[in-house]
């Protein structure tokens, strides 16, 4: 699609000359845009400058008739290996050198390209099929000519046009409003088909045309819009309408409505087209699926290229050989060296050369041309048995698991690192008001902490029952506005809306929801809108309002009124008013359309009484019947409508308080307006201009809304200025976080009691909220801040400037916010808890025994983040926390005790004090320090440090930093990097890791978008990982494997026979076989099992996270594996050539005939060389091989009786079928494969007894008694519990010890500490199996799941230093190589910024020691080495008292 | 892309795992579906491979192959084999001179005679073949160069012989007919054998020169132009000889129209080209003319050949083979040696495999626990 934007604005040719030269200067970073109606007479079309905009229709197909085939294949082409194949079958079109017949040749890559030429032109015929249907769904637009809204397809709507909008209608282009039916000039928009994002937003008409006081008319527009280029910015939109005056007025994103997205609650809009078709940001920010390469891929592809190698190898011994065998006969040339077709004699060399390129198109097989595309149907299997699992379906939302990325499912198996946003990924994100503080008075909500717990049992009980209605509180409120789309439906295609009469299906829902009035008064309250105040804090309030009342009635000054009976009156003013909750009721719709719904419900009320499904389902005349009646209503009482909705629109709040929505952006903002009105302070509306609240005694008062200044990441904090009614005070309100906050305090000025008060409130509010951190609640300050006129005057006239300005607007304004954002007043805090979400301790433990590493990155502050970590088992209270906090100037110089540790005192330590390694550690940084760590100087040693720690944990980090460190580690440490998060803000980190996973939860929808794999709940990922990574991992590494061995083995076979044709390039295998053999007869089986395998039982894999290592470490498809399989391969052909070679050897056998069994033979032998690799063996296996063997036959057979004279050179007429009658051949078909298989299947069996690898070992698991079986997990699951073995016990499967119980051998290891601990459990468990068991094999396998303790099992870090099982050394000699490292220069030490918090031993330190290459990290606990410690060292016993809270808080070094 | 291919599949799903909800309002549940396939629970046998597991295939292999081994063994040992070389490389060969002048353009035939003696007399029907040596009939180009439509008497095709036949695919503008190297290097010895009586004289050993083609060559692949029926008509003329042949396609068997021309079984047997540079080639069969006289009873034979082919130009051998046939077909210990070999292996990695089980592998009765 040729974008046309490149050359819009060059060539406007403008009445206004003058104007248009002035801007040239800025023509490329503008667009301007003038109504068509101007233009719209005949002769001045070719004048009209928007002409050059594209065009409102859309065209996502790639392809039409007449250049697909190009297109196509052009594309396919730029896949190396399809030129490859391609270059081969062309080369065969060369006489000299072709080997088989050309247009044969041709065939496989026909096939390959036809193939996937079907599947683009498929999709591409589904997308035309959308366009079309998008293309012609009809809007009203401004016709000159008629002089009112004409119907018009979608694609005949230009930039410059009026269109005309009702409600529930998509938008078919990106409009800038400049009327609306609703009274306050308001328009409301759903985007989620944008976002995602279900709550309504508000929308402004512009300016200018906000007094209008008639209807608005298009024939009297004539003012130029002035705005940026299309861009994909969603959240972004400048400009400026300029009036025929001269006026200016700038446009902001409020102005712009976007395509796609469906209008609500508003009856009638209308706008100008500002950019239509390709250049709207929806479909700018349609930028289709994404690709990714897999490790496993890129592994593959190495040995792609080695496969190349080996084919240059061949073809150059070949030609060689030629190049000899000719040269043997000299001058004398026998009689069947034929010459070339020109009668010419070629020489040796030039018969050598000749055969190389012939030889590349024999073997041409040994570059497996249909792997890529066995690979992505295997995938794409794959990815459907994972959307088809159960398991990972939540029913609660009715979603399952999203594959957005198809082609990396594999993985899946092989993450090393997760990182992990907190919240609603890790928690719920359902956020409950818990606490809160006033005025420096703690109100502790009791009350309601027992009726949640209270309800959580309830809950748990009803889930079952309940669960079928789907009600989950949020969803309730969207069901009103959402026409039967589920939230969790992706969102990536706004096109795919339906194109039926929207208003149609809307009336329908509207329907269903007047009926829900009727039939289901008792309509689910969500929990946490639930909240019962504390009393005290109630009485205040009720006192307080009551005072207020008072004063106000008797008209006193409100200043009289006591300070914290103020403070706590504007704490609640400020919870209700500084946010941007939008109010509704799900009956605001029917309201403002109440003769609509009075017909409806009267129409339905006999309905609505049976049964509202039924009328969803009812006959099409029904809706029939709606329509006339709308289209009545419409024409006839339209006007009258409109007046009483217009007079209904103040009125109907009363009438619907009690069903108040509440619609927030972030749910912590609906928690707090519903806390609000549990102490009836609630706000009933809010207008853009104007909030009102309604309080009790004082009742409704409106707020002038001056400003709102938006929460952003950067200020962590929100503001709105407002005219306190009761005061006419210019107040600003500020929520936000508490270190910033808390930063912007005015300093109470200590002399007055006033400043006292100010200070002891402030004092007081800090150690609450240092209180409600360590609960694990997220806490937010209130402050507000009283402006004088003239100060606000002064802050006012330099926001305007701000807000007018094209470049820069967005920094402009944030300065602007900081200005006013300063010496505030303290009101109070809250804490809101975030509930963990269901599974996530179990989640995080299970995955942490897979050897994942798991980081989690939040925005939160550092107590919330760690009491959550420590709620979720991230952080261990057993394990040591070094928390670092650094300031900005001396943190590099902090630093640098990291890597200039005097080696001499190092080894001096070590020789006299007995280290014994730490295994436990936990990381904590803060955003701040993350910022320098993140440094190009400092990143190594930061990761040296993090990678020591067996948790990390960075808090107030921003969406950037997440994304840094997730690169940092990704490309640092070459590892393989999860991203997991919710919303908006882990959106960089989940793009830049391997792969991303988005939480289809509250935040909307856009980290679902950047993600490759979407789920419902975080503990959905442990089956996603354990089972279905672990499975995708294996299969498709075992399928690559066999792939290159399966070709391999099949072009040895030609190459061995080279020896025996003087290296002529001749081939005993009929060209038809050799050219369908990969394609046809052993396709299916290596599919079956490439999807279906399973080496072992999901429940087994369940149970013993640690066999996830076995993807993690590559084990299944290591690079040596490629050499062994080739070997095996070369070994297997060898078996398979000379068999028959021997067999026939000086026999009146003619070349194809000997061919064929060989054919045969390589068949058998590559389906059973399959078959021990097979795990599970289904039906559909048996099946796949049996019809591998009879396709083969068939066409075996069918093409040796089709034609006597055909298929030259082979012509193989009755060939087999004279074999069949051969008793020699089926004697072959017999030993051959036992012969070629034998060391393969030997090696199996050795291996699966000798040393027996942990997937061998789970497998063996599976085969047990469902019940011991259970009993054997639910013993290993109580070892891997116990604290100190966090490793899997079993790694030490290898039969070591034969004898019985008897490990203590095993364990001779030197006395340390730790170590004596690990073994006393470990014979205690083993005491008690050995008891417990009661089959002897049951015994026998505890025995086998018993724990070696050794360094494999302490430390976290053992994937770095990959030990294969069964070849454990003895620990020590591992101890005595930390020692020798330990030498090196790059020692760590921690220096005093580092707080390290031991709870065991409390008085240590911690010694980290850097090693510059991956070698495994030593971490040296050295007990005395207090004598070393510079005195500012601190070090701090981790009691999490309060005050120890706090002083960790203020270690600022 | 692949994506919107894969939605399109979802949705194939039937809502049938929304059954236990049941309620009327409920709108078709995306829950999947608990089937064994989709849930990937498929009933399946999972062998695993342990030394206990894998024991009894090792013993079974080697307790089959071995006796079948031992029968192959026995089988090719009973069949009788005379090979005799009668290239004439050394001095003292009879043959030698005429292997030193034969060459293709030697019009004037030579003919030698080998005296043999076989030792035990050739019970059943004997086969009589014509073997070389390292002579590559599975060369590429060679393989390649023949029109098998030709063969088929094809009219359009005799006239204009496929393009693969070149260089011998016409000499002077007029078609050969055959075509091709294949056919131009027809093998074209004469051999005659001669029972020495004890008293001395020379008796012919009648040789059967029908029957030793494929019959599907004979009577499908092959066939003359115009019928069998005066071939000389149907080929002079229009056509000329292989360069190499020192008589044209019709007169390969004046005698018998039914084995001339195309069809002629020598041809035949030529044109199916060889696997391996040392073949050979079925010549004559020496049919058994009673049960109770051998068919080639032990005695002294003389072997008289004509001698046209020159081989010695790329180090050929030429061979005489007679040897009786089996079920197996030629004599050929290498496949019960083979069986015997293998089963042996297999034998003995089943005591290995038994000593590890038995050594390191106790707990394979966990394995052998069957699910």
Same mark, same amino acid.
């Given at each position: ?5 490149? +050359? ?22 503008? $667009? ?60 065969? &079109? ?53 002089? $009112?809204?004409? %119907? ?37 928009? !759903? ?55 001269? $006026? ?14 469906? *209008? ?63 040269? /043997? ?229 409100? #200043? ?16 209700? *008013? ?56 419409? =024409? ?6 409109? %007046? ?165 607007? =967005? ?21 809101? +808890? ?104 400092? !990143? ?20 950037? /930093? ?53 789920? @419902? ?53 009929? /060209? ?42 590559? =084990? ?22 000379? *068999? ?51 396709? &083969? ?88 519990? #116990? ?40 014979? %205690? ?12 094999? +049951? ?77 495994? /990290? ?36 | ?107 004037? @035939? ?10 035990? @007399? ?43 036949? +070149? ?86 068997? @004046?005698?018998?129209? =039914? ?38 009873? #032990? ?21 005489? *083979? ?50």
């Amino acid at each position: 699609m040729a974008r046309r934007s490149s +050359e819009d604005t060059g060539t406007v040719k403008a009445p206004e000359s003058r104007r248009q030269r002035k801007k040239r200067s800025k023509e490329n970073k503008t $667009r301007t845009v003038h109504a068509n109606l101007l233009y719209d007479a005949a002769n001045k079309g070719e004048e009209n400058p928007n002409r050059h905009y594209a065009n409102n229709k859309i065209k996502t197909t790639k392809y039409t008739v007449l250049s697909f085939l190009p297109k196509n294949l052009f594309e396919q082409f730029h896949r190396f290996a399809n030129v490859y194949f391609v270059f081969i079958a062309l080369l065969n &079109f060369v006489p000299v050198v072709n080997a088989f017949q050309p247009e044969l040749a041709l065939a496989p890559v026909v096939f390959i390209l036809s193939v996937t030429a079907i599947k683009d032109l498929w999709e591409d015929y589904r997308r035309h099929r959308s366009d079309k249907e998008i293309n012609h769904m009809d809007c009203l637009v401004f016709s000159r000519a008629e002089r $009112r809204y004409v %119907e018009k397809y979608w694609k005949e709507v230009r930039v410059g046009d009026f269109i005309r909008l009702r409600c529930n209608e998509i938008l078919p282009a990106d409009v800038l409003l400049l009327s609306s039916s609703d009274p306050d000039r308001l328009c409301h928009i !759903e985007t989620a088909t944008l976002d995602g994002e279900t709550n309504l937003k508000q929308r402004q008409v512009v300016r200018s045309f906000f007094d209008l006081d008639c209807e608005f008319d298009p024939l009297k527009y004539n003012s130029i819009i002035e705005c940026e280029k299309p861009n994909n910015d969603l959240n972004r939109f400048r400009g400026y309408i300029i009036h025929r005056s001269g $006026r200016r007025d700038a446009l902001y994103k409020e102005n712009l409505l976007l395509r796609g997205c469906t *209008i609500r609650n508003t009856e009638e809009a209308v706008g100008i087209v500002i950019y239509a078709g390709h250049e709207t940001k929806a479909m700018l920010n349609n930028n289709g699926p994404r690709y990714k390469r897999s490790k496993l891929e890129r592994q593959m592809n190495v040995d792609v290229f080695w496969c190349v190698v080996i084919l240059l190898v061949l073809c150059l011994f070949a030609a060689i050989g030629h190049g000899l065998w000719m040269f /043997q006969y000299g001058d004398k040339r026998p009689v069947f060296d034929v010459l070339s077709p020109e009668g010419t004699d070629l020489s040796p060399i030039m018969s050598a050369i000749y055969l190389f390129l012939t030889m590349i198109i024999v073997f041409q097989v040994l570059i497996p041309i249909s792997l890529f595309v066995s690979i992505e149907i295997v995938k794409i299997c794959q990815v459907y048995f994972i959307h088809q699992d159960m398991d990972l379906y939540d029913e609660e939302t009715d979603s399952h698991l999203q594959c957005r990325a198809l082609n990396i499912t594999e993985d899946l198996g092989q993450m090393q690192y997760i990182f992990s946003d907190k919240t609603g990924t890790l928690t719920e994100n359902k956020m409950v008001f818990r606490r809160c503080t006033v005025a420096g008075v703690e109100y502790s909500h009791d009350a309601n902490a027992k009726r949640l717990a209270m309800y959580q049992e309830m809950d748990s009980e009803e889930e079952e029952c309940t669960s079928h209605g789907g009600t989950l509180p949020r969803r309730d409120s969207v069901t009103s506005h959402q026409t039967g789309r589920r939230p969790s439906e992706p969102a990536s295609c706004p096109s795919t809306q339906p194109s039926a009469a929207p208003w149609l299906v809307s009336s329908a829902v509207l329907l269903f929801s007047c009926c829900r009035l009727f039939t289901d008064k008792t309509c689910s309250v969500p929990q946490e809108k639930d909240i019962t105040p504390d009393p005290k804090l109630l009485d205040k309030v009720n006192d307080c309002s009551s005072q207020m009342d008072f004063m106000r009635f008797h008209s006193q000054p409100m #200043s009289q009124l006591p300070s914290d009976l103020s403070d706590t009156i504007d704490f609640f003013i400020a919870l209700t *008013i500084c946010n941007t909750v939008v109010v509704s009721s799900p009956n605001q719709p029917s309201l403002k359309f109440s003769f609509l719904s009075l017909f409806i419900v009267l129409l339905c009320c006999p309905l609505c009484q049976c049964n509202c499904s039924h009328f969803l389902m009812m006959p099409l005349w029904l809706t029939q019947h709606l329509k006339d009646l709308y289209l009545y209503i419409c =024409e006839n009482c339209g006007s009258c409508c409109q %007046e009483t909705s217009n007079y209904d629109g103040k009125a109907s709040w009363n009438i619907e308080e009690g069903e108040l929505r509440y619609e927030a952006e972030s749910p912590d903002e609906a928690a707090l307006v519903y806390a609000a009105r549990a102490y009836k302070c609630s706000l009933v509306g809010r207008l853009p201009d104007q909030v009102t609240v309604e309080l009790p005694h004082l009742g409704k008062l409106s707020f002038e809304l001056l400003h709102t200044l938006g929460f952003d990441s950067t200020r962590k904090r929100m503001s709105v200025v407002v005219r306190h009614p009761l005061t006419d005070q210019i107040t600003v309100y500020t929520k936000g976080a508490d270190s910033v906050i808390m930063d912007l305090i005015k300093p109470p000025n200590t002399g007055n009691s006033k400043g006292k008060r100010q200070k002891k409130i402030v004092c007081r509010t800090q150690n609450y909220l240092n209180l409600y951190a360590a609960d694990g609640l997220r806490t937010l300050c209130i402050a507000k801040k009283i402006l004088s006129q003239e100060e606000y005057a002064c802050w006012l006239q330099r926001h305007l400037e701000a807000e007018t300005a094209i470049q820069g607007r =967005e920094q402009l304004l944030f300065e602007s916010a900081l200005r006013l954002e300063t010496n505030l007043q303290l009101l109070g805090a809250t804490g809101i +808890e975030d509930r963990l979400q269901d599974g996530v301790p179990e989640t995080i433990a299970s995955l942490r025994k897979a050897g994942l590493q798991i980081w989690v990155l939040t925005g939160d502050k550092q107590e919330t983040a760690v009491n959550i970590a420590y709620a979720c088992k991230l952080l261990d209270p057993e394990e040591e926390i070094l928390t670092l906090n650094a300031d900005s100037q001396e943190a590099c110089a902090l630093f640098a005790p990291f890597d200039l540790h005097p080696s001499s005192s190092l080894s001096s330590s070590s020789s006299h004090a007995a280290p014994f390694l730490v295994h436990r550690l936990g990381l904590v940084i803060d955003g701040r320090t993350l910022a320098y760590a993140l440094d190009k100087s400092l !990143e190594d040693k930061f990761l040296a440090v993090a990678r020591s720690c067996r948790s990390v944990l960075c808090c107030r980090s921003t969406p950037l /930093q997440k994304s840094m460190v997730v690169k940092l580690v990704r490309n640092k440490l070459k590892v393989m990097t999860l991203a997991i998060g919710d919303g908006a803000n882990d959106v960089s980190m989940i793009q830049v890791a391997d792969v991303g996973v988005g939480i289809s939860g509250q935040e909307g929808m856009q980290a679902v978008m950047a993600s490759d794999f979407a789920l @419902p709940r975080f503990r959905y990922l442990q089956k996603l990982l354990l089972v279905h990574g672990h499975w995708c991992y294996s299969r498709l590494a075992n399928m690559i494997l066999y792939f290159f061995y399966k070709n391999a083995m099949f072009v040895a076979l030609i190459f061995w026979f080279q020896f025996y044709c003087g290296f002529s390039g001749s081939a005993m295998i009929d /060209q038809w076989y050799l050219i369908f053999f990969n394609l046809m007869f052993s396709a299916f089986p290596q599919l079956i099992t490439g999807t279906l395998d399973k080496d072992v039982s999901a429940e087994t894999l369940q149970h013993l996270p640690q066999l996830y290592v076995n993807g993690q470490n590559s =084990e299944e498809y290591k690079p040596y594996m490629f050499w062994m399989n080739m070997i095996d391969a070369f070994y297997q052909s060898l078996m398979c050539f000379f *068999i028959p070679y021997f067999a026939y050897a000086d026999s009146d056998m003619d070349l194809f005939t000997w061919g064929t069994p060989i054919t045969t033979l390589a068949l058998f032998t590559i389906l059973l060389h399959l078959g021990i690799e097979t795990k599970t063996w289904t039906w559909m296996n048996w099946l796949s091989i049996a019809f591998s063997i009879a396709l &083969f036959f068939t066409v075996a057979l069918c093409y040796n009786a089709s034609c006597p004279t055909c298929y030259s050179p082979s012509n193989p007429y009755w060939t087999m079928q004279r074999l069949l009658q051969d008793p020699l051949f089926y004697l072959l078909c017999i030993i051959t494969p036992v012969a070629a298989l034998l060391p393969r299947y030997f090696y199996r069996a050795c291996q699966g007894t000798l040393f027996p690898s942990p997937v061998q070992v789970g497998r063996q698991l599976d085969k047990l008694p469902a019940d011991t079986r259970r009993n054997i997990l639910s013993l290993t699951r109580v070892k891997v519990g #116990s604290p100190l073995s966090p490793k899997p016990p079993f790694l030490s499967l290898s039969k070591a010890s034969p004898k019985g119980c008897n490990k203590n051998d095993q364990r001779s290891i030197s006395g340390s500490k730790t170590l004596e601990a690990t073994q006393g459990q470990a014979d %205690e468990e083993e005491d008690r199996s050995c008891l417990s068991g009661p089959t002897d094999s +049951e015994m026998h396998l505890s025995d086998l799941y018993t724990l070696v303790p050794s360094e494999i099992d302490t430390l976290p870090y053992t994937k770095d230093a990959p030990q294969p099982a069964g070849e454990l050394q003895p620990p020590s000699t591992e101890v005595s190589e930390c020692l020798d490292k330990t030498l090196e220069p790059s020692d760590v030490s921690l220096s005093s910024w580092i707080t390290s918090t031991p709870l065991l031993t409390p008085a240590d330190s911690v010694q980290l020691n850097l090693l510059p290459d991956g070698a495994p /990290q030593c971490v040296r606990y050295s007990r005395n080495s207090e004598d070393r410690l510079k005195p500012d060292h601190a070090v701090h016993p981790a009691h999490r008292t309060e005050q120890e809270v706090e002083q960790l808080l203020h270690t600022k070094l | 892309m692949m994506a919107s291919s894969y939605n399109a599949k979802e949705e194939d799903g039937h809502p049938s795992g929304a059954s236990g909800h049941g309620g009327p309002g409920v709108v078709k549940s995306k829950k999947p579906d608990n089937t064994a396939f989709k849930q990937q629970r498929l009933p399946a046998w999972q062998p695993i491979l342990t030394a206990g597991t894998v024991l009894p295939a090792f013993f079974v292999i080697g307790l089959i192959f071995i006796p079948i081994g031992i029968g192959l063994f026995v089988t090719s040992n009973n069949i009788k084999e005379f090979e005799i070389d009668y290239t004439g490389v050394d001095m003292d060969s009879p043959c030698y001179t005429c292997a030193k002048n034969s060459s293709w353009n030697n019009t004037t @035939p030579c003919t030698c005679s080998v005296d043999f003696t076989l030792e035990q @007399p050739f019970e059943s029907n004997v086969f009589m073949y014509y073997g070389l040596s390292n002579f590559y009939q599975n060369h590429r180009r060679y393989v390649k160069s023949r029109d098998d439509s030709q063969l088929n008497g094809g009219r359009s095709a005799l006239m204009e012989p496929s393009k693969e036949c +070149e260089p011998y695919r016409k000499t002077d503008g007029v078609p050969i007919a055959p075509c091709g190297a294949i056919a131009n290097s027809l093998f074209n010895d004469t051999l005659e054998l001669f029972h020495i009586d004890s008293n001395g004289s020379r008796n012919a050993v009648p040789l059967v020169k029908k029957g030793i083609a494929w019959w599907t060559d004979k009577h499908v692949k092959f066939r003359n132009p115009g019928g069998n029926n005066n071939l000389t008509l149907a080929f002079q003329g229009d056509f000329s000889k292989p360069v190499n042949w020192r008589k044209p396609v019709y007169e390969l068997d @004046p005698s018998d129209p =039914e084995n001339n021309g195309f069809i002629n079984e020598d041809f035949i047997v030529w044109m199916r080209t060889a696997a391996l540079p040392t073949f050979r080639k079925l010549y004559r069969i020496i049919q058994k003319k009673s049960s109770t006289t051998p068919t080639l009873p #032990s005695g002294k034979y003389t072997l008289d050949i004509t001698y046209n082919y020159p081989v010695l130009s790329f180090d050929g051998r030429k061979r005489m *083979i007679l040897s009786t046939i089996s079920w197996m077909g030629g004599k050929n210990p290498f496949l019960g040696i083979a069986y015997i070999t293998v089963g042996s292996i297999c034998f003995f990695l089943g005591v290995v495999l038994l000593i590890i089980h038995y050594k390191y592998d106790t707990r394979n009765n966990s394995a052998d626990i069957p699910n």
